[in-house]
């Protein structure tokens, strides 16, 4: 509990002790009268100072005034009717400072769902001068600068390993508590923490473009992105508050004035305590309070797993999925690209690799990076010249005086060049020098893990159509789809292909469209579905940027369970809306006719409001999903 959660229960137990007290040895008159109104003191001295600070702003019609104005009438009648008996309107704020005390720890314990993501930011950097280690400010640290992290602390900036051997924690990233073992040569992002070796690392990239910092402003600004049914909550408490402040006036005065025009005793008191438990009653605690609750735990959960999402209103759409589209390439497949044949005409093997690797020397599109790594040998950009890309087919280029085109079935035809057909499942790379038939190179992704599972998961939710898009061949995209069991391929595609292809699913869809991508050519299309979802580990910054959902650890597996989450928290806000609305009308109108009393009253504005907090807390709970 916080400092100011304590306090509030020390409040709430010296109330219930007083009114025990009260109770048990039966204690009237003026001591009896006292201790009342030190027990509503002490219980409801904020509610009466928010209500005043309310009524100066001229924001009068909050359940603030709802509740001082209901008690403070509730104490009036009773010295009216010489009673002496207060209790109801102690009664009102301490149930309601009950609920309130369950709304705060409901929220706080989403909060540290969320912010335990706010523990990933470092709070310095180790720079080695002069054989010493000096604390540095991580945003004062430039991009190539040699950073040192030791055993327990913080990967404060993104960057490659250049000496040492550890093994990370990523469990503020992911939610996975896998750790990962990383070497000389190995990418690392900052948010990890270090937990065995010293690391030398050089940095590629400023602390403000950081995985952390990107991941933290995600954070930060969720809340603001509110979905319909928050705003319609806002709306709706705006028009009903001033709406049941009258209708009690009305009850308060119309019933007596009519009776009196007939000659009837105008019975005032009995009026006047229908009316001030007509304003308990309506206070809309349970919508206001509940409503943003529940979608703030379903955030709150869904980061606990790794899923980022940036706001409510994507948590309700990505509720209503029902066609998920995939980008292939480092979202159902690893990304991680290895030759696996090199098939060539009268060249050395080598010799075609070291053309393609050097030609591809300036792209860093995986294909590109493999036929580096295959290669083995330096790359000498001095030997290249007059580089052009042909965005989605390839790559021309002189190296060593020699026109050497690289790329796909594509590009070839383009040039003129008759190429071989090839039978291998892969990607692949043809070579041209000088305007002749080289050779060609075969390429081989790996599927991830858990696609398959991903795919099947998806289908047991109720998704109704999974398509993968790709630029690469048909051969290889239908195998993959065939493999996973994707419903729909289209292959050999250019960006602005897929973007053409999610229109016109969009336009066929049923519900709501996800896309899935990792690329920074996905960023268009990630834009332009309904929902977009970023693999964030691997995934470029503007694909995370332009996505509604980061999967924190680039596990497919995790899209299912997003979208379980969203519809978990969604059914819950629905169940609150009607629960209270129901509630709220039967008690509104009991308490008009006379049938329910202040107590009744209590039950339908504080007992509904921790019902519906105890169930916008079941959205917190993802493990069982």
């Known amino acids: ?142 991009v190539g600068a040699v950073i040192v992290v030791q055993p327990g602390e913080k990967v404060p900036l993104d960057g490659v390993v250049l000496e040492g051997t550890s093994t990370l924690n990523t469990a503020a990233l992911t939610g996975e508590s896998l750790p990962r073992d990383v070497t000389g040569g190995d990418e690392i992002v900052s948010g990890c923490i270090n937990m065995t070796g010293v690391l030398k690392i050089r940095t ?57 025009l007939t000659g009837l005793d105008g019975d005032w008191g009995t009026w006047l305590y229908r009316a001030l438990s007509f304003l308990v009653v309506s206070c809309p605690c349970a919508l206001v309070i509940s409503i943003p609750l529940s979608f703030f735990a379903g955030l709150g959960g869904a980061s606990h797993e790794g899923i980022l999402i940036k706001g409510s209103n994507y948590l309700e759409t990505l509720s209503k999925t029902k066609t998920v589209v995939f980008d292939k390439t480092g979202t159902l497949t690893q990304g991680v690209f290895d030759v696996t044949g090199v098939h060539h005409n009268q060249l050395p093997r080598e010799k075609v690799l070291e053309y393609a690797a050097l030609a591809e020397c300036a792209s860093s599109h995986p294909i590109s990076k493999s036929l580096q790594r295959a290669h083995g040998g330096p790359i000498d950009r001095q030997r290249v010249t007059d580089i052009r890309e042909y965005s989605g087919n390839g790559v021309v280029a002189r190296v060593d005086g020699v026109n050497v085109a690289v790329g796909n079935d594509k590009l070839m035809d383009k040039l003129g060049i008759a190429w071989h057909d090839c039978h291998s499942v892969g990607t692949i790379i043809h070579l041209a020098l000088d305007g002749q038939y080289a050779g060609h ?37 239908d195998h993959v789809a065939q493999d996973l069991g994707v419903d729909e391929v289209h292959s050999e595609l250019l960006p602005a292909d897929k973007v053409s292809q999610v229109e016109r699913l969009l336009s066929r869809a049923g519900g709501k469209l996800a896309f899935v991508g990792d690329g920074i050519n996905d960023a268009p299309v990630l834009s332009r579905a309904d929902i977009g979802i970023a693999m964030g580990a691997m995934g470029s910054d503007a694909a995370i940027e332009a996505a509604d959902v980061v999967l924190m650890d680039d596990d497919p597996l995790k ?36 049938a329910a009393n202040m107590w009744a009253a209590i039950f339908g504005d504080v007992g509904v409001m921790v019902i519906a907090v105890l169930n916008a807390i079941r959205a917190l709970r993802v493990s069982k999903l």
């Not at 997003?562 to 519809?567: D, F, L, Q, T």
């Open 441 to 477: 190179i075969v390429i081989s992704d790996v599927e991830k893990p858990h696609a398959k599972d991903a795919i099947a998961a998806l289908k047991r939710i109720g998704v109704e159509k999974t398509v993968m898009l790709t630029g690469d061949r048909a051969k290889v995209a």
């Open 559 to 594: 899209i299912a369970k997003a979208i379980r989450i969203s519809r978990k928290c969604i059914r819950i806000v629905y169940e609150n809306i009607a629960f209270a609305l129901i509630v709220k009308a039967l008690c509104l109108l009991l308490v008009a006719v006379g």
């Open 204 to 260: 590629t990239k400023a602390f403000g473009e950081s995985t952390v910092s990107k991941i933290l402003e995600l954070v930060e600004n969720s809340s603001s992105h509110k979905s319909k049914s928050e705003n319609f909550i806002s709306k709706f408490a705006r028009v009903y508050t001033p709406a049941v402040c009258g209708a009690a006036l009305a009850l308060a005065v119309l019933p007596p004035v009519l009776r009196l």
């Open 1 to 142: 509990m916080t400092k100011k959660q304590k306090k509030m229960l020390c409040r709430i137990i010296v109330t219930a002790v007083l009114v025990l007290a009260i109770r048990l040895f039966s204690i009237g008159g003026l001591p009896g009268t006292l201790l009342y109104l030190a027990a509503y003191l002490i219980i409801g001295y904020d509610i009466l100072r928010k209500a005043g600070k309310g009524i100066l702003r001229g924001q009068v019609f909050d359940e603030n005034f709802l509740m001082a104005v209901a008690t403070v009438g509730a104490i009036g009648l009773a010295f009216y009717e010489k009673s002496g008996d207060f209790m109801e309107a102690v009664a009102v704020m301490l149930f309601y400072q009950i609920g309130e005390l369950f709304q705060s720890y409901a929220v706080g314990k989403s909060r540290r769902n969320i912010t335990a993501l706010m523990d990933i930011r470092p709070d310095y950097a180790n720079i080695e001068q002069d054989g010493q280690l000096t604390q540095v400010d991580p945003d004062d640290v430039p």
